[in-house]
């Protein structure tokens, strides 16, 4: 028997589907996953298997096989524990397999049973949505996953609970939206005393989206008034929140559900690397630059950054995207900055 549940892979800032296809067949007990997983998605057998065991299921004593399509797809992160989970739940019996096909289902798996936050759940709220689905996901997340519009979720605290509900012994609450980031909090240029030829260049600045050079001697007050740029720059539109809460979703910033409202600041220390900055790595994730996303990238000590960094910044900050190009992935992350600040 081969029993199918649907999950998402992140591919920048889109959520692709991957069916997470599980066999149980006779010959020597084993527990294969296939399709291109990385170490994460491989030490999911032992993570799935103790899951199961805190719960009182065993895994049965056959040929187990879990095939994560399409095959050519990589798969990266732990949220496909809970997936590979409800398939062999399906394959035994112990869940319809029916009713897992209207649902996406994203989330690491505890050994206790309980089922962990993971990032990107915004993004695959927002898949499901555009697929007519639903949505499993982590309790905690459950907020966020909410804020994704007309979309049916799931946010059990446990494998327990997610089969309860499954059989109508307890039936799961549908959760609230989380609360939106609360406006006004950080430092205020109202507060800042004197300076008023340094403030005029901030709020020029900052009605125009121009970059700005501050030059001066050290404790002259550059870094505070960077840091309250972002007070004068005109709060988010609800478009341009989703934008930046899936940024923040997808890099594991975005905790509670709490979608974001003011624009972000990034500051990142001058030993950054070129990865780190404009994105990339072994797991393509998105870099200060995409992270700054219609807000304010800082970089103070100008100097000390390395030439082929900086040299790295100058399209995305022409172009407001990150086409970031590897062997298994090409992703492009959004990089509109309001305006860059570059500090000597």
């Known amino acids: 028997m081969v029993a199918t549940v649907m999950t998402v892979a992140y591919l920048g800032l889109e959520a692709r589907s991957v069916e997470c296809q599980v066999q149980l067949s006779s010959g020597i007990p084993a527990f294969i996953v296939v399709g291109l997983p990385d170490k994460a998605v491989a030490e999911s057998r032992e993570r799935v298997r103790a899951a199961l065991g ?9 040929r187990i096989v879990v095939n994560l399509s399409p095959a050519d797809l990589p798969k990266e ?6 997936p590979i989970a409800l398939g062999l739940l399906a394959a035994i019996g112990a869940i319809d397999a029916d009713m897992l096909s209207h649902y996406v289902a994203v989330g690491e798996l505890g050994l206790d049973g309980r089922i962990t936050p993971s990032p990107g759940v915004l993004l695959a709220a927002l898949h499901a949505s555009s697929e007519d689905m639903g ?18 979720v799931l946010a059990p605290r446990d494998l327990l609970a997610l089969i309860a509900h499954f059989k109508g012994t307890t039936l799961l609450q549908a959760p609230e939206p989380g609360e939106a980031e609360a406006l006004g909090v950080g430092p205020d240029l109202a507060e800042v005393k004197g300076h008023e030829t340094a403030k005029r260049a901030l709020e020029i600045a900052a009605a125009g989206g121009h970059n700005l050079l501050m030059s001066g001697p050290p404790g002259s007050g550059k870094s505070m008034l960077a840091a309250c740029l972002p007070s004068i720059l005109p709060p988010l539109s609800p478009g341009e929140a989703l934008e930046v809460s899936m940024i923040a979703s997808v890099s594991g910033d975005l905790t509670g559900g709490v979608m974001k409202r003011r624009r972000p600041f990034r500051a990142p220390h001058h030993s950054a690397s070129m990865p780190a ?3 990339g790595g072994l797991k393509v994730k998105p870099g200060e630059i995409s992270l700054a996303h219609l807000g304010v990238l800082f970089l103070d000590e100008l100097p000390e950054f390395q030439r082929g960094v900086l040299d790295s910044l100058r399209q995305p900050i022409e172009t407001g995207t990150v086409d970031v190009a590897r062997a298994n992935a090409h992703v492009t992350f959004p990089a509109q900055l309001q305006p860059a600040l570059h500090v000597n």
Do not use: F, N, T
């Open 54 to 62: 805190a719960v009182g299921l065993a895994l049965p004593p056959k």
């Open 77 to 82: 992160g732990s949220h496909y524990d809970l």
């Open 135 to 152: 949505l499993i996901c982590p309790e905690e997340q459950g907020p966020e996953a909410a804020w994704a519009g007309d979309v049916e």
């Open 277 to 279: 900055l404009v994105g």
